[in-house]
């Protein structure tokens, strides 16, 4: 990725893993805290129209080749960043900018249908966040979580979610060596402790200082 995006932070996981949860519990402890600056929740695949058609994809209700599935992704990512309004404008006029899912979801998800490459390059002239919470969970417990659901996406079984998990793993690796802030949560905990160690790790961003 290219450059570091202060007051930018994001969520990883796989699916199950809590990351929503966690993101709208934030917004409310961050309400509660008379924390200063802006706090603004976001989310990818957004829902713009690009969001739109991959969700519909994910739903198993619009088929694309996986490579033209991975060009969404980024197709939305850079609406999402660039657009008027959007996560690069509210960064760089200090509001707290927390996503749910960001490139790390296309480098692992879209690396595991696609190969490394065209994500990667695809992927590489956005920023890197400050600050990347990843919520670490064993996959067959983060899907149990996902039974009570009418229906499941094209990536919520076991198999899948194992690779994921092992892809999120290397790829942490690469980015503490690489110098990128990146915070492990241990995502198998009540979500009052999730909730706990998610504030823990970005009360202590910069933008706090
Ligand atoms: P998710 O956050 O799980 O949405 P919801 O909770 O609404 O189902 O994200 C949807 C799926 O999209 C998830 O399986 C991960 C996948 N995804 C990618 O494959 N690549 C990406 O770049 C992003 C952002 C998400």
Same mark, same amino acid.
């Given at each position: 990725?290219?450059?570091?995006?202060?007051?930018?932070?994001?969520?990883?996981?796989?699916?199950?893993? *809590?990351?929503?949860?966690?993101?709208? +519990?934030? *917004?409310?402890?961050?309400?509660?805290?008379?924390?200063?600056?802006?706090?603004?929740?976001?989310?990818?695949?957004?829902? &713009?129209?690009?969001? &739109? +058609?991959?969700?519909?994809?994910?739903?198993?209700?619009?088929?694309?080749?996986?490579?033209?599935?991975?060009?969404?992704?980024?197709?939305?990512?850079?609406?999402?960043?660039?657009?008027? *309004? &959007?996560?690069?404008?509210?960064?760089?006029?200090?509001?707290?900018?927390?996503?749910?899912?960001?490139?790390? /979801?296309?480098?692992?998800?879209?690396?595991?249908?696609?190969?490394?490459?065209?994500?990667?390059?695809?992927?590489?002239?956005?920023?890197?966040?400050?600050?990347?919470?990843?919520?670490?969970?064993?996959?067959?417990?983060?899907?149990?979580?996902?039974?009570?659901? /009418?229906? +499941?996406?094209?990536?919520? @079984?076991?198999?899948?979610?194992?690779?994921?998990?092992?892809? @999120?793993?290397?790829?942490? *690796?690469?980015?503490?060596?690489?110098?990128?802030?990146?915070?492990?949560?241990?995502?198998?905990?009540?979500?009052?402790?999730?909730?706990?160690?998610?504030?823990?790790?970005? /009360?202590?961003?910069?933008?706090?200082?």
């Amino acid at each position: 990725m290219n450059g570091i995006l202060r007051n930018f932070a994001v969520f990883e996981g796989c699916d199950g893993s *809590g990351t929503s949860t966690q993101l709208s +519990l934030l *917004g409310q402890k961050y309400a509660s805290s008379g924390r200063k600056p802006v706090f603004y929740p976001t989310f990818e695949p957004t829902d &713009g129209a690009i969001g &739109g +058609l991959i969700r519909s994809a994910l739903k198993n209700d619009t088929f694309f080749k996986a490579e033209t599935l991975a060009r969404l992704f980024a197709a939305d990512r850079n609406e999402h960043l660039y657009a008027a *309004g &959007g996560v690069i404008e509210r960064c760089r006029r200090g509001e707290l900018v927390v996503c749910d899912r960001y490139v790390p /979801s296309s480098l692992v998800y879209q690396g595991i249908e696609c190969g490394d490459e065209l994500p990667r390059s695809l992927n590489s002239a956005f920023p890197a966040p400050e600050l990347l919470l990843f919520f670490d969970i064993d996959p067959k417990t983060a899907l149990e979580r996902l039974q009570n659901r /009418s229906s +499941l996406e094209i990536y919520e @079984y076991l198999e899948f979610q194992k690779k994921v998990r092992e892809r @999120y793993h290397s790829l942490l *690796g690469r980015y503490k060596d690489a110098g990128f802030g990146v915070e492990i949560i241990d995502a198998s905990q009540n979500r009052e402790k999730v909730a706990e160690d998610v504030w823990a790790a970005v /009360s202590k961003m910069p933008i706090f200082e």
